[in-house]
């Protein structure tokens, strides 16, 4: 509908024109809500119109057409309530949505096909217009593709002609999901229920999840990222609700006895993925100042959620994250929006979702419930929350051209939260903890040939699959890291002055990443005009490398870090080195790969040398064994003149270094010998993260015990050193101490310690007998310990409270926990639980699978589950499924299963996890093979 002849009569002829298409559709679209839910099949499709079984051109739109705003009117039938009453009749849900579209578009080239997305939609009453003459352009049958270029073909009878501008008019319907895709139904429980199976406290709401293909399935849309417009909304909802959009409300009425109408005020221009709209019966809570001035932000949340107060962590550091963003970037957040939404939904997949001026977050990621959540906790709400409001500049307001540089969102999101939570919370001290959590997590995923470059050419990114495979802790954790090197190399005046003018020049727009060098080298006035070529062998290539230095002839070379060593490689990069003791500022950089001397990588005799300072680069380091040992009696005698972040890295590097075989596993082994008088938690985190792979890869064999008796005896000053806050159930002040005493306590159970056990047993009968005294930070690690050390009582219990209660930490904390046992049965039944929705969330299934996978004791079982349930499980998160069932896989017989399952199942957007897999299963049969009887000797000799 052109803009201007629309308000008051054209609004209600619309709505007419809705009831009636809903009225001819109502018969064919009603989907029994119970139904649906409990079969869990995929969505049955609504009927499409003719379609081409022809392949078409490419999977990306033509660029002649260049849209510049919607105007969309849509209306979800669903309702909040079904009250099931004696002489009541109650409708019956209902899933479907109807709506209509107009699109203005500027033509740019001229043709006689207009190409858009459509999926899942049944399209109708095509009109094309020329909105200058108001002329009708005639048309054939559309066509709807029938593959993943989900293109919806408008052949013209007449050419749009190039600098003219057109209008095109959709009726569409589909139906609402419960496959939390595109717009899908959500629900909760208000209040409790009166009885058991009572269902009349059941409440069901509405929201969007489009990121990245999933527009084009609420509305017929050109849903590329940089195809920008402004959106011009309409939600048409059930008396009693609230509809929330991106922008705030312009207009809103009663439309009828039934039907109420919230207009929203013009978007700024946006991409489609950022559409997002919520029905429902939550209640808002209003964020307190400091907000930024002219902008109104608040919380929703379901109504017992808000009177519990669980929305105001939140709500206290929202408006200081916005105001640090504000100055950091110098640059407002949209007064054009004018407000900023964050909504707390039962249910969501992934954890958040960065909405243009209405962020979704799964409740745990925004609600903090006083005296059941643990203070830990807290740092995940401001965590993610920072993560969120950053993309409202990078991603909202400036976006990436195309999918295959996604990191320019998620790297810079990513690496903009340390800096926004270090600000509104300093008394976590997290930016170190988040830049070496990034650097391992990347480090993990990126030695493997089958990487992929944060950066891979546009068309090796094409289908939804292949952009939904870029969601990775690549993009993510390498993206950070490799900003972080970046901003170290150049200095953090220029880097910070380079992302003004990135995010200035680049705003309603899209880039790519030579943008940002661009803007690095304007920044630098002439310092870094070689950054372009510096950088990329970073964003392009896949992996990166470890540089060995032999501090006795001063000489360094550098290789492609891999685990699989027979992978052959020529790849390189230019890499920056800060070394102690040398004090000077800038790093020594290494420009080829070739061998080079140079005297700062000559130590003194009996002294150590250290490279990669406080790990800003994206690189290993080896060293000659003399340095190696000098660095290790050091860390023995006194570990406090070695960087804190060097202390963890040093362990990571060298258990890393034996799984690649470049050095031996003993010395990986002797890093953790100071680990008995190390209390600080980067070192342990990063000893306890790389004895996990051993405990993965012999925790089904003999190795077992002797590696048990040693962490044993290694834990017990740890546990001691908190067992004064332990034993009376309370934690220490410091932040990272407070991890710390956890590791301490999963280390010392985990591994048998029998004061430990007791107190995690005794403290949980105590709960099981009516009181619950476990402080909220430990009750994570206690329960799963509790419950392991159980039996069907423990774990009945837990399931039971598990069931019950409403606190969100309380539940998740529980989910856990029940993981953990080590009852064959009870974890077929746990497993058993993840296919029924009303037992374990479908946002849910896979993380809950993931926890079970860990428990060595459900190895088998649950690799026999997930090929037996695929077709379900593949639906969620499959890689992460994936990931963590092959984990321990290590036998010959475990690599066939796994070919046989890349060979005979489809594996949608797993299929580069199972590759990895299969990489990393050949990596682990391996290593064991060579390493089993060293290791073994080696914790015999230590315990
Ligand atoms: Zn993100």
Not at 240 to 247: P, V, W
Request: hydrophobic share 40%; charged share 20%; with cysteine.
């Amino acid at each position: 509908m052109p803009k201007g002849s629309f308000l008051s009569k054209a609004l209600a002829a619309t709505f007419i024109v809705l009831t009636i298409s809903v009225i001819g559709g109502i018969i064919t679209m009603i989907i029994l809500y119970k139904t649906e839910i409990s079969g869990m099949n995929p969505t049955a499709r609504p009927t499409l119109p003719p379609t081409t079984t022809a392949p078409p051109p490419v999977m990306r739109l033509p660029p002649n057409l260049v849209p510049e705003r919607y105007t969309i009117f849509i209306q979800p039938h669903f309702y909040t309530k079904i009250i099931e009453e004696v002489n009541v009749t109650s409708p019956n849900q209902t899933m479907l949505f109807t709506g209509n579209s107009t699109v203005e578009f500027r033509c740019v080239e001229r043709t006689s096909t207009i190409y858009l997305n459509s999926k899942d939609l049944k399209v109708s009453n095509p009109l094309v217009k020329n909105t200058k003459t108001n002329e009708k352009i005639p048309h054939s049958s559309m066509i709807s593709h029938d593959d993943e270029s989900n293109f919806l073909e408008i052949p013209l009878n007449e050419h749009l002609e190039a600098g003219k501008n057109y209008s095109l008019f959709l009726d569409f319907e589909g139906e609402i999901s419960v496959n939390l895709e595109g717009l899908y139904l959500s629900s909760y429980v208000e209040g409790g229920p009166a009885y058991e199976g009572d269902r009349n406290a059941e409440r069901f709401l509405v929201a969007t999840n489009l990121q990245p293909t999933d527009a084009r399935r609420v509305f017929p849309c050109f849903d590329e990222p940089q195809l920008k417009a402004e959106f011009d909304v309409t939600i048409i909802h059930r008396r009693g609700t609230d509809a929330l959009g991106n922008a705030k409300v312009e207009d809103f009425r009663i439309l009828d006895d039934e039907w109420e109408m919230t207009r929203f005020k013009l978007t700024p221009r946006m991409s489609t993925y950022l559409f997002a709209f919520t029905v429902s019966e939550f209640e808002e809570f209003t964020v307190s100042k400091p907000t930024p001035e002219n902008v109104d932000v608040k919380i929703y949340a379901r109504p017992d959620a808000v009177k519990a107060k669980s929305t105001e962590y939140a709500a206290s550091i929202t408006g200081n994250i916005l105001m640090f963003y504000e100055d950091l970037f110098d640059m407002t957040y949209s007064r054009t929006l004018g407000k900023l939404d964050q909504i707390a939904l039962p249910d969501l997949y992934p954890a958040a979702m960065e909405n243009w001026g209405l962020v979704t977050y799964q409740e745990g990621g925004l609600l903090y419930e006083e005296g059941v959540s643990s203070l830990l906790h807290k740092e995940e709400i401001v965590t993610v929350i920072a993560h969120e409001l950053a993309h409202q500049w990078f991603g909202n307001l400036v976006t990436m051209k195309w999918w295959n540089d996604i990191w320019l969102n998620e790297g810079f999101a990513t690496y903009m939260s340390y800096f926004a939570v270090d600000n509104v919370e300093p008394s976590f001290n997290v930016k170190d903890m988040y830049a070496m959590n990034d650097l391992h997590i990347a480090f993990q995923e990126d030695a493997l040939a089958s990487s992929h470059p944060l950066s891979p050419p546009q068309e090796d990114v094409q289908t939804t699959s292949q952009i939904t495979e870029m969601f990775d802790s690549i993009t993510y954790s390498k993206g950070a890291t490799i900003l972080r090197m970046l901003s170290d190399i150049v200095g953090e005046k220029v880097f910070n002055k380079a992302v003004k003018m990135y995010l200035k020049e680049f705003a309603y727009k899209s880039a790519e990443q030579k943008n940002l060098w661009e803007k690095i080298i304007l920044a630098g006035e002439g310092q870094f005009n070689d950054i372009a070529m510096k950088m990329e062998p970073w964003t392009k290539q896949i992996g990166y490398p470890v540089i060995t230095i032999n501090t006795t002839i001063g000489e360094v070379y550098q290789k492609h870090f891999l685990f699989n060593s027979s992978s052959e490689s020529s790849l390189w990069w230019y890499i920056p080195i800060r070394v102690m003791p040398d004090t000077s500022t800038d790093p020594v950089w290494l420009l080829s790969n070739e061998r080079v001397r140079n005297e700062k990588f000559l130590s003194e005799p009996g002294k150590w040398i250290l490279a990669n300072v406080n790990c800003t680069g994206y690189y290993r380091v080896n060293y000659n064994p003399e340095n190696w040992e000098h660095l290790l009696t050091q860390l023995e005698v006194k570990p406090s003149p070695i960087p804190l972040m060097n202390r963890a890295q040093l362990i990571d590097d060298a258990f890393n270094l034996a799984r690649a075989k470049l050095v031996d596993v003993t010395l990986a082994l002797n890093t953790t010998r100071f680990l008995h008088s190390e209390t600080e938690y980067l070192p342990w985190e990063s000893a306890v993260r790389n004895l996990e792979y051993f405990f993965l890869m012999f925790d089904r064999s003999e190795v077992y015990g002797p590696m048990q008796a040693y962490l044993q005896e290694q834990v017990k000053g740890l546990y001691d050193f908190f067992s004064n806050y332990t034993d009376h159930s309370q934690v220490p002040k410091d932040h990272s101490s407070q991890y710390s005493q956890i590791i301490a306590i999963e280390v010392a159970c985990s591994n048998g310690l029998k004061k430990c056990v007791t107190m995690a047993s005794s403290m949980f009968s105590l709960w099981m007998n009516g009181t619950n005294i476990i402080n909220p930070n430990l009750r994570s690690v206690i329960y799963c310990q509790a419950v392991a050390a159980g039996g069907k009582e423990e774990w009945e219990f837990a399931w039971e409270r598990f069931q019950t209660t409403n606190d969100t930490s309380e539940k998740e904390q529980l989910r856990k926990a029940l993981s953990c046992t080590k009852t064959t049965w009870l974890l077929g039944r746990y497993l058993d639980y993840t296919l029924n929705p009303e037992k374990i969330r479908l946002m849910d299934v896979a993380s809950t699978i993931i926890y079970i996978a860990k428990n060595e004791a459900a190895q088998a079982q649950v690799w026999n589950f997930i090929r037996a349930h695929w077709d379900y499980i593949s639906l969620g998160d499959g890689a992460m499924v994936i990931q963590a069932v092959t984990d321990r896989f290590s036998t010959k017989f475990e690599l066939e299963e796994l070919e046989r399952f890349a060979k005979d199942y489809d594996l949608r957007s797993a299929t580069r996890a199972v590759e990895q897999a299969i990489e990393q299963t050949q990596v682990n049969i391996q290593w064991v093979r060579e390493n089993k009887d060293n290791v073994l000797e080696w914790f015999e000799k230590n315990i």
